[in-house]
């Protein structure tokens, strides 16, 4: 998963590790607040070839807003079992913003 993504794309993929079989979940989510404080659910899949992968692909509208994404995830598992995870956060930048870091030089002071 990239830490970076641009506004308004869709077709980007948010991953996480959960390190539970997800075989038989009732829910898989990922838990997301916006930059503004706007909470959101994501209703994620388990990833195909790896079965303890939670794997969510962005649609229009997701990556509406510039800033510091952040979210967890969030699974029901067969059991009735319910398991949250660690938080993580990820950049949406301006399609035409320097993003620091990206290996772009001379566009962020230390």
């Known amino acids: ?47 195909q070839l790896d079965p303890g992968i939670l794997s969510y692909t962005i649609v229009a509208g997701n990556l509406d807003q510039t800033g510091q994404y952040l979210f967890h995830g969030y699974v029901v598992d067969a059991s009735a079992n319910i398991h949250t995870f660690i ?9 035409y913003s ?4 990206s290996g772009v030089p001379d566009f962020c002071s230390t």
């Open 87 to 95: 938080m993580q956060a990820f950049l949406v930048a301006s399609k």
């Open 1 to 47: 998963m990239s830490d970076v993504f641009f506004l308004n794309d869709t077709g980007d993929v948010i991953t996480a590790s959960v390190l539970i079989d997800l075989t038989g979940a009732t829910t898989m989510e990922f838990h997301v607040q916006k930059p503004d404080g706007l909470e959101e659910e994501w209703t994620a899949i388990a990833a």
């Open 98 to 101: 320097a993003v620091c870091g």
